[in-house]
């Protein structure tokens, strides 16, 4: 049990989306076993549902809501409903993410937009319903945007997926500045997530993507190797909430994996040196 968790959130309320499987499953539940009742939101209606009623099958409290993160007037509406209910709202984690996996040229617009519209526009969507609520309420909120050690590196075949979590990092330290400026008492926390044990691959394929040969043949080495090597979704959980708890922005579950992430960027940027072509590539 993480003492921090409890300490900082027990006895209130947090909101996750996309948290019908996965981190945010993960996340749900460690947040329901210290005492927070949980706003359990998907895109998947049926997921949530399971997710919630588990929780409270296990002795937790949470509530499910369908939430498309895409769609900011339903983040609005939803939002809106949650605090005239409950008052305050002492977390929201912006966890909903997709996946891609192709060549630049080889995306349709509508494939580049889907990715930045869950990845990007709903971690905006999130802060901009949430923080003026949360800086209103009596007990200072916390807005925890998932980004990905992605939001540092750059990949071939990933690249609205790399590009929508480098936007959802500077979206966070933006609005970290921003509040700052104004001495508005909201954390904004990061979270690097590196390589967790989740599905988030198999929507990517179910969908007929990639449709190169060289993407796809990377893109089934990942989807393997995160099922191989990744961390289970309820240690990652675990390390995140405690780091958002104990009210730091920068939120790894890898810290000595991302600090090396973080050198070869700044190598990259200092010594302007061209992308590096990683090692475990395929094709
Ligand atoms: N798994 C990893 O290794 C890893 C690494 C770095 C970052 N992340 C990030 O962690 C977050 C969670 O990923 P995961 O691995 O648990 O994925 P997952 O696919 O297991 O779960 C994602 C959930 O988001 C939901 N979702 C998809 N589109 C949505 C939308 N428009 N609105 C609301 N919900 C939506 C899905 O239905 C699913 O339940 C993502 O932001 C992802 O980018 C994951």
New binding site residues.
């Given amino acids: 049990m993480s003492a921090v968790v409890a300490d900082r959130f027990g006895g209130g309320v947090a909101l996750v ?8 499953e993960a996340m749900v539940e460690h947040l329901a076993a210290h005492g927070v009742h949980v706003v359990v ?4 209606r049926e ?1 949530a549902t399971a997710v919630a009623s588990a929780c409270v099958a296990a002795g937790g409290s949470a509530e499910a809501h369908h ?4 769609d900011g007037d339903q983040v609005d509406a939803l939002f809106a409903a949650l605090w005239a209910r409950h008052g305050d709202v002492d977390l929201v984690v912006s ?4 996946e891609s996996g192709d060549r630049v040229c080889d995306m349709t617009p509508a494939q580049w937009r889907k990715v930045m519209a ?2 990007t526009d ?1 971690a905006f969507h999130c802060a901009r319903s949430a923080v003026p609520r949360m800086a209103d309420q009596e007990r200072p909120g916390v807005l925890a945007i ?1 980004a ?3 939001a540092v590196t750059s990949l071939p075949y990933q690249s609205a997926y790399v590009a929508s ?1 480098h936007a959802a990092l500077a979206l966070a330290q933006c609005l970290d500045l921003e509040l700052k400026a104004a001495e508005t008492p909201v954390q904004v926390s990061a979270l690097l ?4 044990r ?3 691959f198999d ?1 990517v394929r179910r969908a007929g993507e990639p449709v190169h040969a060289d993407a796809r043949a990377t893109f089934e080495r990942m989807a393997e190797s ?1 099922q191989e090597q ?1 961390m289970a ?1 309820e240690r990652a959980a675990a390390l995140l909430l405690g780091a958002v708890a104990r009210g730091e922005f920068w939120c790894f579950t890898d810290p000595e994996r991302t600090a090396q992430l973080f050198e070869e960027r700044a190598r990259t940027l200092l010594d302007l040196r061209l992308p590096a072509r990683p090692g475990w590539l395929t094709a």
């Fill in positions: 989306t996309g948290a019908g499987a996965g981190l945010g939101t998907d895109v998947d997921r939430l498309d993160v895409a966890n909903a993410g997709i869950v990845n709903g998932v990905s050690t992605g979590k997530p590196n390589w967790v989740t599905r988030i929507d995160i990744g979704p």
